[in-house]
């Protein structure tokens, strides 16, 4: 039986779904991707939805679909800034549809929505105290995700950018909680990247190079694991990279403070969307580079892959932590947040692997990376086959190596 772990936010829930993933997880994963994390999930999924449903009635959707209408159409009907809105309005139209708030009518370009019931109210409040009760590491996602739902209608109206609203220096704070092996809904990326990394690292050890490291929570979720099995000196030099100056200061603050300043781990800025070489980076020089959600903000996700296949030598991996979409045009909560980002929601788009911005499917990961000559793709855990019991799970790492 297909199990939807979103089906609703009980404790009843949590535990089927949890039962259905455990057949399907390998045992390194079932500690990481427990009933309790399914719980969280959850209900987070719902909070975000009322968040989404809050927003739609303060922008005016639901008379904007009393007759059915297109994104385009809404967009053009309210006068929004299509730039930015077209494509957070789209998300929040198909997430409407998919809880059954909006009637979709037709598919691909000639889809629209039309909301044939009078909307309900719903207070995201509970959902968050509920959480609470439950399990108050996941609260820094609800504190962003509340947080960038307040400005939300300003930024769709264009009267606020959206990477104004995400990352005005007053709301660093909010990132250093998000990004963070604490925040339990956010390090699930971080466990499920770490346990392919000790699964795919070469035994011979070498340099690892981290891709958009951020605030550095990746990196010590990787750097433990690897400690904890005694192969921390298998790695010759953990080379940590990000583009902004902020969080790669931070990150460093932060392994420096769990490592002690060895010679072996070293911070360096690199932007992803430039030429490795000319960054310092010598082709053929790296074992493993790594990513945990960081690959998916490429501008053009060829060219990066590109990169990254230059600077690995023969045999080498590449290894990413992502939010892999199950299936096209299915929704994923952390979109909610990031559809403000230029960068996230309108990346250089390609017909095959890159059709649209935001997250990828599994089978566009593997057309992108072996279009940039790897070979040996795969999934940790087997998300093509999860996606057929339960389909709104969406953690997993790429694995791919670079041919000699
Ligand atoms: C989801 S975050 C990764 C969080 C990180 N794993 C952590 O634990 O804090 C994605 C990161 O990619 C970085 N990024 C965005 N554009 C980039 C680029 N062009 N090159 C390198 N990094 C980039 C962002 O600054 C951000 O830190």
Redesign the pocket.
């Known amino acids: 039986m297909r199990s939807r772990l979103a089906s609703g936010a009980t404790a009843a829930d949590a535990t089927a779904a949890a039962a259905a993933l455990r057949e399907l997880l390998p045992p390194s994963l079932q500690p990481v991707i427990s009933a309790s994390f399914i719980r969280s999930h959850l209900l987070y999924e719902e909070f975000v939805d009322r968040l989404a449903l809050r927003v739609a009635r303060e922008t005016g959707l639901e008379a904007a679909t009393r007759k059915p209408a297109s994104a385009q159409e809404v967009v053009a009907g309210l006068g929004l800034e299509a730039r930015c809105a077209l494509v957070p309005l789209d998300w929040i139209l198909r997430r409407l549809a998919a809880k059954g708030t909006l009637e979709e009518v037709g598919a691909g370009a000639d889809r629209r929505f039309r909301s044939h019931t009078t909307w309900p109210v719903l207070d995201p409040e509970p959902v968050r105290e509920a959480q609470l009760r439950h399990d108050p590491s996941s609260l820094p996602s609800y504190t962003l995700a509340g947080t960038v739902a307040q400005d939300y209608p300003a930024f769709l109206r264009g009267e606020a950018a959206g990477e104004e609203v995400l990352f005005s220096p007053r709301r660093l704070r909010l990132w250093v909680d998000y990004?963070s092996n604490d925040n339990g809904l956010y390090a699930i990326s971080?466990h499920v990247g770490a346990v392919a990394v000790a699964e795919w690292l070469p035994r011979v050890g070498g340099v690892i190079l981290e891709?958009?490291?951020?605030?550095?929570?990746?990196a010590l979720a990787l750097l433990d694991r690897l400690e904890a099995a005694g192969r921390l000196g298998e790695v010759r030099e953990y080379r940590f990279t990000?583009?902004?100056q902020a969080?790669l200061r931070r990150g460093q603050q932060t392994l420096q403070g769990r490592y002690r300043d060895p010679s072996w781990l070293q911070f360096v800025v690199?932007?992803?969307?430039r030429s490795f070489a000319e960054q310092g980076v010598r082709p053929s020089s790296l074992s493993t580079v790594y990513a945990?959600?960081?690959l998916h903000?490429a501008h053009d996700l060829g060219f990066t892959l590109g990169e990254v296949r230059c600077a690995l030598e023969p045999g080498g991996q590449l290894i990413a932590s992502e939010c892999v979409r199950p299936h096209p045009w299915q929704t994923i909560y952390a979109e909610f947040i990031f559809n403000l980002m230029e960068?996230f929601r309108a990346p250089r788009l390609h017909p095959v692997y890159r059709p649209a911005g935001g997250f990828l499917t599994a089978e566009q990961w593997r057309g992108a990376i072996e279009a940039a000559g790897f070979a040996d793709v795969r999934f940790l855990p087997d998300i093509l086959r999860i996606r057929e019991e339960v389909p709104d799970f969406f953690a997993a790492a790429i694995g791919a190596t670079r041919p000699d």
């Open positions: 990004f971080n891709v958009g490291g951020g605030l550095g929570s990746g990000e583009l902004v969080f690199l932007d992803m969307n945990v959600n960081a903000v960068t």
